[in-house]
């Protein structure tokens, strides 16, 4: 059974970066089916989709445009995880973050979800 | 950008059967995906495919897409359908996920 297991820090200040690692039980990121996304969720915006990464012979990544400027999701092979960094973050920035496995790079089926993390951004 | 449009609310009563759509520009050319979320969980897809149902989901889930207008079909709705509902397709013009901005099921 596939698992994600979400980690990182709850509270954060203005302009500092938003980091978090999903930890991949019961597949692996390296396979040429599978999509690894990011998405948060607010009660001001919805579920809000930010990126994602998947391997197809080569690592490639998508990203909102929302948040393009200040966001990077990395694969870590070696650990079978990915990350989420988000630079700069303001209180807008606060939500629930979801690390969500997909298995349709062409449709975004979002078949697994993480179990959540609330990050707060204040000062 | 695509925008997906849902009612904020549905309600039904136990063992009727409730509707919940999904607008989008020529949604009917798209795949569309559903989920269901109850408060504090994570949200657990319940379609995928426009009509697909994963496997453990009741087969009082169903879906269907055409023209404009996707819809969520929940037959002999029980107390534990209780839920919000998201609808989700991806938006192949800018390479984006896009979500609905969901719908709160009320079982009277």
């Known amino acids: 059974q596939l698992q994600l297991q979400q980690s990182g820090p709850g509270l954060l200040k203005p302009s500092q970066t938003l980091s978090l690692t999903c930890a991949i039980s019961?597949?692996?990121?390296?396979?040429?089916?599978?999509?690894w996304n990011w998405i948060r969720q607010s009660p001001s915006r919805g579920l809000e989709w930010l990126g994602r990464?998947?391997?197809?012979?080569?690592?490639?990544?998508d990203y909102a445009l929302s948040v393009k400027s200040r966001i990077i999701i990395s694969p870590d092979t070696s650990k079978n995880q990915f990350s989420l960094q988000l630079y700069s973050v303001t209180p807008e920035d606060t939500a629930l973050y979801f690390c969500?496995?997909?298995?349709?790079?062409?449709?975004?089926?979002?078949?697994?979800w993480g179990q959540g993390t609330l990050v707060t951004v204040s000062s | 950008s695509y925008v997906l449009t849902q009612p904020p609310s549905v309600s039904v009563a136990p063992g009727q059967t409730a509707g919940i759509t999904c607008g989008g520009n020529?949604?009917?050319?798209?795949?569309v995906h559903w989920y269901q979320q109850r408060p504090g969980q994570a949200p657990v897809l319940v379609i995928y495919y426009n009509s697909d149902r994963p496997s453990g989901i009741p087969e009082r889930f169903s879906g269907s897409s055409s023209g404009n207008t996707a819809t969520l079909t929940i037959s002999r709705v029980e107390a534990g359908d209780e839920a919000d509902y998201y609808c989700?397709?991806?938006?192949?013009?800018?390479?984006?996920?896009?979500f609905g901005g969901g719908t709160k099921l009320t079982v009277l």
């Open positions: 019961g597949d692996s990121i390296s396979n040429n089916i599978a999509v």
């Open positions: 020529n949604i009917g050319g798209k795949s």
């Open positions: 969500v496995r997909g298995d349709d790079v062409d449709t975004a089926t979002l078949d697994y």
């Open positions: 989700q397709v991806w938006d192949s013009s800018r390479d984006h996920v896009v």
């Open positions: 990464t998947y391997y197809r012979s080569k690592w490639s990544h």
